[in-house]
């Protein structure tokens, strides 16, 4: 059965930062492109990064310039830094996995597509005051 674990999670003040990550099990990991993804109280989820099995990556507009997504293969681990963090940036953030080689993203600069991503973490809670 397919896992994903994120952690890393907690609170900080408005500028500055927090690394995430999600460590996954029984998947051929480096075949999977992987994704993050949030989602604040009373929102829709919304897609934040994702990067391919050739460790291409996307972000949403929100999130270029301030956050980086990378992955190690070897340890099957992928990472989210978050730096120059926003009260807005407050959710409960989760990663996921799709068998797609390719990242799918939505148009308008909205992230990776959630509809493409089959697997999922349970998430870990980002609380940004100001």
């Known amino acids: 059965q397919v896992q994903l674990v994120e952690s890393g999670g907690g609170s900080v003040q408005a500028g500055g930062s927090l690394g995430l990550t999600c460590a996954a099990s029984?998947?051929?990991?480096?075949?999977?492109?992987l994704g993050w993804f949030r989602q604040a109280p009373g929102k829709e989820r919304e897609g934040v990064a994702c990067?391919?099995?050739?460790?291409?990556?996307t972000y949403s507009d929100s999130a270029k310039g301030r956050f980086t997504i990378f992955r190690d293969n070897a340890k099957q681990t992928l990472a989210l830094q978050m730096n120059s963090l926003k009260v807005a940036d407050t959710a409960m953030y989760y990663c996921?996995?799709?068998?797609?080689?390719?990242?799918?993203?939505?148009?308008?600069?909205?992230?990776?597509?959630?509809?493409?991503?089959?697997?999922w973490g349970q998430g870990t809670q980002v609380t940004v005051s100001s």
């Open positions: 990067i391919d099995v050739d460790g291409l990556t």
């Open positions: 996921a996995a799709t068998a797609l080689r390719r990242c799918e993203t939505l148009r308008g600069g909205q992230g990776p597509n959630s509809g493409a991503f089959a697997f």
């Open positions: 029984a998947l051929t990991y480096s075949q999977y492109s």
